[in-house]
């Protein structure tokens, strides 16, 4: 736990509790939450959220709660629920006995809007939504007066139960939380806070036609849960002032209080909920859980690990303005944790046959090499080695160009933990196309050393003639541009990438990883790292995804 004279290096948050924890506020409690409105997956944006909410309650003795802010039922859905769950729990964190939903407090929200109402700072507008727009103005317009605003509070609370009565359309009336039409803040002139919607809810099912809205039902739930930091990002600034005149209105005592964080802006991405939900729905993608998609339950598909969204968290800090963040920092993250956990091994992505001529036919041995090569508690596997071999056929050039150091004709490369083998003759088919190579290998170079002390440049990866085929899924960014939502004017679909997924049907694995298990990960050694599918993967019909490549390839495609 940080002290209090331990402040050089806290992120702006944490100093707000130290601070707080000095002056005795909350009575030093720590209380966060994370309130997600049950409406889609989340994504990486809500990773950083969670890391940071659960991580300040962690740090500082505390609690965070999950709460679901179910206030729209149009756009929840219990599937949304159990996703936002398992995301949480897979990224390390649990809020033990509290889960909670804004949909607990409607009972208790219904009677504070009614205490409002009486207290003369609420009132029932019968303008349509088109109309409350008009009479809100904007930054240089000033708003006026509601018709309705000067309403009894016999009346409003006359109308407001009715309202709840479902004894009105939807869009009939609204209440309106009574402030000053002239404020400089838009927000604060007379927002909406109860709407009528007659709509199904995933949990109250029928019971309610009116539904309170977020800055209502946000700030009187973290009061009710005894929240002390509602910690939430930027472009809630300007909502500040209405929770705190929400919160004094209504709570006595110790109550809660907003700070804002920049949220997070990723290259090659988009953070948007609205927009990640077309993408499914008009089928860009196969689903949530598309490995190409930042939502967490792609990216855990894909292969990432709850370790490296948490370092990702901590490399990108928190900060009270607005950056873009490269998507290589996250790609980094997931490199530099997989190389130290990620087991190796070997496959070819698209075989070229090669038959060693002065190899005994069916003959077969094991070949002993390391599952990390720093290691050694992760032990060893046998590879079986035989006549009939395959490797990658970008690995063989007829005539090599310069500085090409791998298998050509009349030359020597090494085999991975295997042997020196040697082209001796290329066989083509009727078209031209090179479809096996004859080679010969050097038994005394068993292993990958030659005695006589002469040296190859070249060393290829290879599985044996038996190795089981694989569906190998190459992933990429999903989106060409940088910034592929920065102009409005245009359809952030537009930019999608159209090589983000290559599938190879015809791959090439050792004959271990045949019955990988849905989520195991390894190096793919010199390609890059992989994970079996959770989905699609099966025992002896392996799918493998790309995670991510060995290095950063897009920096050299933008230097070019």
Known sequence: ????????????????????????????????RFPP????????????????????????????????????????????????????????????????????????????????????????????????????GNFTTPGKDSPYRTRTVEENLDLFRRMKAGEFPDGKHTLRAKIDMTSSNPVLRDPPIYRIRHAHHHRTGDKWCIYPLYDFAHCLSDAIEGITHSVCTLEFENRRVLYDWIVDALIKGDRPYQYEFARLNLTYAVMSKRKLLQL???????????????????????????????????????????????????????????????????????????VLENYP????????????????????????????????????????????????????????????????????????NITELRCTYDPATRGGDSPDGRKVKGTLHWVPGNAPVAQVRLFDRLFSVEQPDKDEAKDFKE?????????????????????????????????????????????GAPVFNRTVTLKDSWVKEQKK
């Open 1 to 32: 736990m940080t002290t209090t004279n331990e402040t050089q290096g806290l992120n702006f948050l944490q100093e707000v509790v130290e601070e707080d924890r000095r002056a005795g506020k909350h009575g030093g409690r720590v209380h966060t």
């Open 37 to 136: 409105e049950p409406n889609g997956y989340l994504h990486i944006g809500h990773a950083k959220s969670i890391v940071l909410n659960f991580g300040l309650a962690q740090q500082y003795g505390g609690k965070c709660n999950l709460r679901l802010d179910d206030t729209n039922p149009l756009t929840e859905d219990t599937d949304y629920v159990e996703s936002i769950q398992r995301d949480v729990r897979w990224l390390g964190f649990d809020w033990d006995d509290r889960r909670f939903f804004a949909s607990d407090y409607f009972d208790r929200l219904y009677a504070f809007a009614e205490q409002l109402i009486s207290q003369g700072q609420a009132y029932v507008c019968s303008l349509s939504p088109e109309e409350i727009s008009q009479y809100r």
């Open 280 to 354: 499914v729905q008009e089928k860009r993608v196969s689903g949530w859980d598309d490995p190409r998609m930042l939502t967490i339950s792609g990216l855990r598909r894909r292969g990432y690990t709850p370790a490296s969204l948490r370092d990702f968290a901590k490399r990108i800090g928190v900060s009270k303005s607005d950056s873009l963040i490269d998507m290589g920092v996250l790609e980094l993250s997931i490199r530099d944790d997989l190389n130290e956990t990620a087991p190796r091994a070997m496959a070819v992505l698209r075989p070229l046959k090669v």
């Open 495 to 539: 930019f999608l990438n159209p090589n983000s997924l290559e599938t190879l049907t015809g791959a090439r694995v050792e004959p271990g990883l045949a019955d990988a298990k849905p989520g195991d990960r390894f190096q793919f050694e010199r390609l890059g790292y992989f994970c079996a599918d959770a989905v699609d993967s099966k025992p």
């Open 361 to 432: 036919e069916g003959q077969t041995e094991e070949l002993e090499t390391a599952n990390h090569p720093k290691r050694e508690d992760m032990g060893t596997r046998k590879v079986p080695f035989m006549r009939e071999l395959y490797i990658e056929a970008d690995d063989f050039q007829e005539v090599p160009e310069k500085g090409f150091f791998r298998l050509a004709p009349g030359k020597e490369v090494r085999l991975r933990s295997a042997y020196f083998i040697k082209c001796e003759k290329v066989i083509k088919d009727a078209a031209g």
